[in-house]
T-cell receptor
C-alpha cells in the first residue's frame, strides 16, 4: 500500500517547455488535489477533482491544466513553463473531500530557468 | 486575502516543555480545522482535527483548541520531543472539498 505517489521527484525546465506531473493513489479515494508550496505562502490549491470525471479550479489555476485519468490518477500539466512556476508541487487525496484528512504525496521539486 | 494565518514563522521550545502553535482565521463559514506536520523533503502528514461544534480535541500528546468567537485555533504539544521538530500547518474547510492552509510555523525542539 504505497498511498500517494508522485513522479518525478525533481525536474528542471527551461522557460516555455512543457511537462506533466503524475500522481496516483491506491486508497480508493474519490477526491484528489494539486497544491504548490512556496516559501512563506503555505500550500495553495491549484486544481482539485471531487470525483472521477470532474475537475475544478483552486486558488492559483493559471498556467496549469489537469486530467483526472481514472479514479487512481490525477495529472498536472504545465503547457509553457515560467520561472514563477518554480515551486514544490504536492498531490493529495481524500475520501470525503475537505471533511476528512487529505493524504499527501512526497512532492515534486520543479525549477524553471 | 489570507483567510488562514499563522503569524509566527518559527518557534523554539525546550525538550519536555509545552509547544503552543497558533492559527487565526477570518472566514466564519469554516467548520472543520486540521493540523498537518511536515518534515523536509516529505509531504505533509495529518496530525489532528477539530469540528466547529467542539472546542477541544485531544490525541495523546497533541491537543487542539478552537475559540470560535476569536476565530483562533491552537495546537498544544506536551511534552515536546525532538521528533516534533517540523513545520506545522493549520488548515480549514467550509464544508466543501477545499482546504485553505496557513503559511506554516517551523517548530524546533532543543535538547
Amino acid at each position: 500500500n504505497a498511498g500517494v505517489t508522485q513522479t518525478p521527484k525533481f525536474q528542471v525546465l527551461k522557460t516555455g517547455q512543457s511537462m506533466t506531473l503524475q500522481c496516483a493513489q491506491d486508497m480508493n479515494h474519490n477526491s484528489m488535489y494539486w497544491y504548490r508550496q512556496d516559501p512563506g505562502m503555505g500550500l495553495r490549491l491549484i486544481y482539485y477533482s471531487a470525483s472521477e470525471g470532474t475537475t475544478d479550479k483552486g486558488e492559483v489555476p493559471n498556467g496549469y491544466n489537469v486530467s483526472r485519468l481514472n479514479k487512481r490518477e490525477f495529472s498536472l500539466r504545465l503547457e509553457s513553463a515560467a520561472p514563477s512556476q518554480t515551486s514544490v508541487y504536492f498531490c493529495a487525496s481524500s475520501d470525503r473531500g475537505g471533511l476528512n484528512e487529505q493524504f499527501f504525496g512526497p512532492g515534486t521539486r520543479l525549477t524553471v530557468l | 486575502d489570507q483567510q488562514v494565518k499563522q503569524n509566527s514563522p518559527s518557534l523554539s521550545v525546550q525538550e519536555g516543555r509545552i509547544s503552543i502553535l497558533n492559527c487565526d482565521y477570518t472566514n466564519s463559514m469554516f467548520d472543520y480545522f486540521l493540523w498537518y506536520k511536515k518534515y523536509p523533503a516529505e509531504g505533509p502528514t495529518f496530525l489532528i482535527s477539530i469540528s466547529s461544534i467542539k472546542d477541544k480535541n485531544e490525541d495523546g500528546r497533541f491537543t487542539v483548541f478552537l475559540n470560535k468567537s476569536a476565530k483562533h485555533l491552537s495546537l498544544h504539544i506536551v511534552p515536546s520531543q525532538p521528533g516534533d521538530s517540523a513545520v506545522y500547518f493549520c488548515a480549514a474547510s467550509a464544508g466543501a472539498q477545499k482546504l485553505v492552509f496557513g503559511q506554516g510555523t517551523r517548530l524546533t525542539i532543543n535538547p
